[in-house]
Structure formats: C-alpha cells, structure tokens
C-alpha cells in the first residue's frame, strides 16, 4: 500500500470510525468472479457517505473507483493499487406531480422496475432483468430492446471533480449507445430521476416477464460467471447496427477456450468463467475473437466490459 493509500485508511478511520478492508479479494465484487486484492476497500451506505468518501479518497490523493453491482467489470488478477468503494446508498422516492422516480445511485435497478410496475408507473420495462444499479446503468447508459437510459433520464445528481454538487439533464451527460460522459470525465453520479408514465400494473408486469423470458432464451443460466454481453454490437459506415454475436459466431468462435475462460456454447458474444478463469485468461480469449472478427469483416470490435487494470 502507497503512502497516499495509508494517508486515505488514516483520515477515513478518523472520520467514520471505521477501517477500510485491506486486501479484498475484487472477485468477490464482480458477476464475472475474476480479480486478485484491491489494496483498500470500503463500502458507502447513503449519497453523503459516498460523497465524503470520495471526497477523502481525492484529499488524499489516492487512486480510487467507484463500483456498483460488478456486473459488467473484469477486474485485474492483480487486483487494485488504490481504494475500491462500493456504492451501496439505495432508497427511492416516486414524484406523483412531477411523473417521476427520485432514487439514490446503487438503487438496484430490478428494485426500481419492481417498484414502478407494482404501483403502475411504466416506462422502466426494457430494464426488467438488466443486473446492477442506477449508477452503473447511467454510466453505460444501459439498455435491451431499442431502449436505453437516455431515453428515461430526467435529471442527474452528480459529484463534480472540484467537489461540488450540480444538477444536470440528459443532454449534458453526452448519452450514446452503451456511452455517456462520465466514461471519460471524473464525475460521480449520487442521485438521479428517472421519467416515468402511469399504466395498468398488469401491462407492466406482463411486458416485464415477456423481455425477461426473452432474454433468458438467449442468456447462460443464471449461476453463470459472466458479465452479460463482451462486446459493443458495431455500427457499419451506414448507421445500422450488427450484431456482434453474429459476426462472432461466423467465426468459428463458439466454444472456443483459453484457460478457465470459454465463449458460450449459445452465444457467441458470452465470455463465460466456467472453470476458475483469469483475467489474463479472458483478455486472451477477448484478444483472439478480435482478431478473428477483423481478419474476416474488417470490423474492430469494441469491447462493452470494462477491464479494470491494476494499477493506472
Ligand atoms: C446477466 C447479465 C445481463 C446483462 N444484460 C445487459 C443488458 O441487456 N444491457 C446492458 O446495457 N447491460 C447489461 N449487462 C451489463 C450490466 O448489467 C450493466 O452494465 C449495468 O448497468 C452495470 O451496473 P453495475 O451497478 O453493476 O455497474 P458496475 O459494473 O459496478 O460498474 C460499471 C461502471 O460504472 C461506474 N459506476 C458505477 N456507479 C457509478 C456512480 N455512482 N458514478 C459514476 N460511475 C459509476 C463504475 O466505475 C464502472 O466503470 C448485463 C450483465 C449481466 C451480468
């Protein structure tokens, strides 16, 4: 641990009282179960812990990331040089007058699709079975079915590099498919409100369960290591988009191994964790199904998990 890691452990025991973990193991962390030892980890529980704590993290001067569910993270084998915080600061509120649902940013995003449909606020449905939180889902402005959270996003809350706190609609957050700006830019999303529009619970529910049972048709069973699509679908010189799991697929991909790392048998765009994988195991296996993509389509495939390297 470097001495700006030990400057964090020091101000963060002084000002909650409580020790962050030393040495938690990121596999513990990540749907894909891959990652060796963060050197420092706590956990945040409201929106002005995660504040405070990102605000002793950069005090300090140590590197650090926020995480919310893993779910679409490959951590490092060896691990994190610097402090993991995990946002767990949940709650909502629904905003009747305004057709809104306030919620802090590691709201779990099936909580906020469970709660909108039983109380008959629609809108939320394409997000039915999408693991994770707010803050993970606006940050790769996450989506299934032609929808994303641009579409539904009324305003953000976020934690400027500067330390402050600004309010900001969708268009400021430069939205693209699975891209939003705080992909290149240090800001932390605290809190968000998402549009909503009343409709019968039934229909919700209904539409809900039907992209659920569309998604398990195509997805490994659920106790499955893996961290949902690989890589990004590409978008040809013509605007329309292609599916990478068929491109891949005409590859010759299917089944194909490096290590403890294989590509679904079911679909080709599905880097599993079915016998004890590296990191190093599936940025090889990521690596050869590039090249192979490349060699025959002239296509660059861009990944849609995020490696998170050790250290910077
Ligand atoms: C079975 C399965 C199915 C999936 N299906 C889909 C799908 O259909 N569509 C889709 O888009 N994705 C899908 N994913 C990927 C994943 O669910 C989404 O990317 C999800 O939004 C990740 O949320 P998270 O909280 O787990 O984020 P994490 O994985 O913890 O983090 C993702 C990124 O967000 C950043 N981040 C998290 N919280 C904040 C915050 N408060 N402020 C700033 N940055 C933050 C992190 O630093 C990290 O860079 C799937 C994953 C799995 C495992």
Same mark, same amino acid.
């Given at each position: !641990? ?53 605000? %002793? ?25 610097? %402090? ?73 809350? %976020?934690?400027?590099? #500067?330390?402050? +706190?600004?309010?900001?609609?969708? +268009? ?23 549009? *909503? ?10 539409? !809900?369960? +039907? ?10 069973? @659920? ?30 991909? @299917? ?33 050869? !199904?590039?090249? @192979?993509? *490349? ?5 660059? *495939?861009?990944? #849609? ?8």
């Amino acid at each position: !641990m470097n001495e700006q890691a030990a400057e964090f452990a020091r101000a963060y025991e002084r000002e909650t009282g409580r020790s962050p973990r030393r040495d938690e193991p990121m596999n513990r962390h990540a749907s894909f179960r891959i990652g060796g030892p963060a050197d420092l980890y706590i956990e945040t529980a409201s929106p002005s812990e995660l504040k405070a704590a990102v605000g %002793l993290a950069r005090a300090a001067g140590v590197r650090h990331r926020v995480i919310g569910g893993g779910f679409n993270l490959l951590f490092d084998d060896d691990g994190y040089r610097g %402090l993991i915080i995990r946002n767990s600061a949940r709650g909502l509120a629904f905003r009747t007058a305004s057709e809104t649902i306030e919620a802090a940013s590691a709201a779990a995003v099936d909580d906020l699709t469970g709660k909108a449909a039983a109380l008959g606020w629609g809108g939320l449905e394409f997000l039915a079975g999408i693991p994770g939180t707010l803050g993970g889902a606006i940050y790769g402005n996450a989506g299934a079915f032609g929808r994303a959270m641009c579409d539904v996003l009324a305003e953000a809350r %976020l934690l400027t590099p #500067e330390g402050g +706190e600004i309010r900001v609609g969708p +268009e400021s957050l430069e939205f693209a498919y699975r891209h939003s700006r705080l992909k290149k830019s240090a800001d932390i999303l605290l809190s968000a409100s998402l549009r *909503l529009a009343p409709a019968p619970p039934d229909r919700i529910r209904a539409a !809900m369960d +039907e992209n659920v049972a569309l998604r398990s048709r195509r997805h490994p069973p @659920r106790a499955t290591a893996y961290p949902g699509s690989f890589f990004k679908n590409p978008i040809l010189p013509d605007g329309c988009k292609q599916a990478a799991g068929f491109l891949l697929e005409q590859t010759g991909v @299917r089944g194909l191994r490096v290590g403890g790392a294989s590509v679904f048998q079911g679909h080709c765009n599905f880097i599993i964790n079915d016998a004890g994988a590296t990191a190093r195991d599936v940025l090889g296996l990521a690596a050869e !199904m590039k090249r @192979r993509v *490349l060699e025959k389509y002239g296509i660059v *495939l861009e990944e #849609e998990v995020i490696f998170v390297p050790a250290s910077a």
